[in-house]
């Protein structure tokens, strides 16, 4: 059945090529979301059509942090209560959030027939997007290994916490050893300034240098800025309710540096990949 749909979805249109970037980190508590919710606003703002897909499907949040009202998600599509283009909400700039819910076990664990039917939701979307970012769960669940490995390009983010680099070290090593992945990105997010920033790099370096076969890059270096609990409490996002913040700055220069990003030249590139793999990845490993 998945190599039907595998099949047919290869036929249609592979001119949507799109960026797909998740955002993980091994650990909760590294301001992974916030992250994600600006990097895409700041996208967004430099003229990106970004969508946000909450893959934390048991404890949602992205939502709230924006305050957007959400009727309807994830566990709808799954059920065909409606589609996915119906669950989508519009936050800041035009981003769209494809909300997952919050409190529910079962969408953690979901079955071949209900990955099948999220491919289904996928390729099956009508709205035009640019770039997909995922916002995963923290840990090293199945289901964050398999976005992350579905994705083009992975943001772990760190912070310096000795449980954000064993956490991260971890997230990289499975990863690695067990699904062939080479090449990380890595965000500094909450550090005083970018020496503090390039020494946590190179302290997960080291570490991933003596024991694995991977390409480490840091891509940025985010201060910790009170800003950041202002926004959030505010419901908003710092690159809008504190644009010239050093945080700010710093998210908005990745974005920049993200939307730069090349999209592969094998048929990896489009939306139906992206889920083909995700699916693939879980049913091969159910």
Known sequence: MIEDQASSLRKMNQSRLIKVIAVTGGKGGVGKTNITLNTAIAMAKQGKRVMVLDADLG????????GLRVEKNLSHVLSGE????????????????????????SMTELSPTQHAGLIRAF??????????????????????????????????????????LTDA????????????????????????????????????????????DVALELVATVPFDENIRR?????????????????AVAISQLATKAAGWPIPAQPGGHLEFFVEQLVAGKVAGN
């Open 231 to 247: 926004a959030v409490r505010k419901q908003s996002a710092i690159v809008d309710a504190f644009p010239a913040s050093p945080a």
């Open 82 to 105: 409606c589609t996915l283009d119906e669950v989508l909400v519009t936050g800041p700039h035009g981003i769209k959030i494809a909300p997952a819910t919050s409190g529910t076990q």
């Open 59 to 66: 404890l949602a949040n992205v939502d709230v942090m924006l």
């Open 169 to 212: 070290y971890a997230l990289i090593k499975i990863l690695n050893r067990d699904y062939g992945v080479f090449r990380f990105k890595i965000v500094a997010n909450m550090v005083r300034d970018v020496r503090e920033g390039q020494e946590l790099f190179s302290k997960l370096s080291k570490v991933t240098g003596r024991f694995l």
């Open 123 to 164: 390729s099956e979307l009508r709205s035009q997007v640019d770039v997909l970012i995922v916002d995963t769960a923290a840990g090293i669940s199945d289901m964050v290994l398999s976005f992350a490995r579905a994705s083009q390009d992975i943001l772990v983010v760190v912070c310096d916490e000795p449980t954000s």
